[in-house]
T-cell receptor, first 114, second 114 residues
């Protein structure tokens, strides 16, 4: 059972375009939604995160949009650059045993053409 | 400030053998989590240790085990290796996993079982 569904699996955009990655979750107990960026040969790195009491969060060119009623959230990368080419993972976290444990989506491989 | 260090970076083992992977968290981080990353299943949670105690465990067979030492360093052991255990094993540390502010991942250990 996949608790966090991510789409698309791969995405190709031109430099300067907008990259959009979507995620959906089932468990309403999730209350923290981070996005991670992973470059080849590296571990995932926290990019931006949101809590469900906020509908949008923006950090530079990266924006999370959150729809609590639809149980969906998305990452928008504005003015996409070749350096943004990486794999992106959405995650949903809930507290368990005193710790927030993220459940990850399957990932989206983003390629930005120059 | 040193990041999360995982050793070794690459490992080739034969089916049926056992393997031990090591993780040194960021100084001051008391929580260490382990994840298995494969192309088919994405990032899957193995277990989490906090102050030498296993606080959370994922849905993996008992062949997968771990421990954490008093200096917060952690080891993960896989016994009776199977071909399907080939994966990137990622360690992540957090100063306070109860705050939900994400983890810092290491670059992983690439395990190949032949």
């Amino acid at each position: 059972q996949q608790q966090v569904k991510q789409s698309p699996q791969s995405l190709i955009v031109q430099k300067g375009g907008i990259s959009i990655i979507n995620c959906a979750y089932e468990n309403t107990a999730f209350d923290y939604f981070p996005w991670y960026q992973q470059f080849p040969g590296k571990g995932p790195a926290l990019l931006i995160a949101i809590r469900p009491d906020v509908s949008e969060k923006k950090e530079g060119r990266f924006t999370i949009s959150f729809n609590k009623s639809a149980k969906q959230f998305s990452l928008h990368i504005m003015d996409s650059q070749p350096g943004d080419s990486a794999t992106y993972f959405c995650a949903a976290s809930k507290k368990k045993g005193g710790s927030y444990i993220p459940t990850f989506g399957r990932g989206t491989s983003l390629i930005v053409h120059p | 400030k040193a990041g999360v260090t995982q050793t070794p970076r690459y490992l080739i083992k034969t089916r049926g053998q056992q393997v031990t992977l090591s993780c040194s968290p960021i100084s001051g981080h008391r929580s260490v989590s382990w994840y298995q990353q494969t192309p088919g299943q994405g990032l899957q949670f193995l277990f989490e240790y906090f102050s030498e105690t296993q606080r959370n465990k994922g849905n993996f067979p008992g062949r997968f085990s771990g421990r954490q030492f008093s200096n917060s360093r952690s080891e993960m052991n896989v016994s009776t290796l199977e071909l399907g255990d080939s994966a990137l094993y990622l360690c992540a540390s957090s100063t306070d996993p109860g705050t939900a502010y994400g983890y810092t991942f290491g670059s992983g250990t690439r395990l190949t079982v032949v």
